[in-house]
């Protein structure tokens, strides 16, 4: 049976795939010092970042099983809200990598 983990992976390295070409174009031009839109840097920063995906990943990973993964990034979670006292259900996965490391 496949594990929910290895589904992860799995959906991650086609997600990768999927933004590839176009994050490949992109990067080309921005190291020939080619100017790029707004909306294809929004791409970049966003869509086509995939930290925040491979950090769940790496958590989830570490963890002696994916339940006691999953409690972890809650408790992530709420540090972020309570260290920023956020109003947004969702904090900023980039104040979670900071308190991963």
Not at 35 to 49: G, Q, T, V
Not at 76 to 85: D, G, M, R, S, T
Not at 87 to 97: A, D, E, G, M, V
């Amino acid at each position: 049976m496949v594990s929910k983990l290895d589904i992860l992976k799995k959906g991650l390295v086609k997600l990768k795939e999927s933004l590839k070409t176009k994050k490949e174009q992109l990067e080309t031009k921005l190291a020939r010092k080619e100017s790029i839109s707004s909306s294809d840097e929004r791409w970049l920063d966003n869509e086509a970042n995939t930290i925040d995906e491979q950090c769940i990943l790496n958590t989830l990973e570490s963890s002696s099983n994916y339940e006691q993964g999953l409690e972890h990034l809650d408790y992530l979670i709420l540090q972020v809200h309570q260290q920023h006292n956020l109003q947004s259900q969702y904090p900023c996965f980039s104040q979670i990598r900071l308190l991963m490391q």
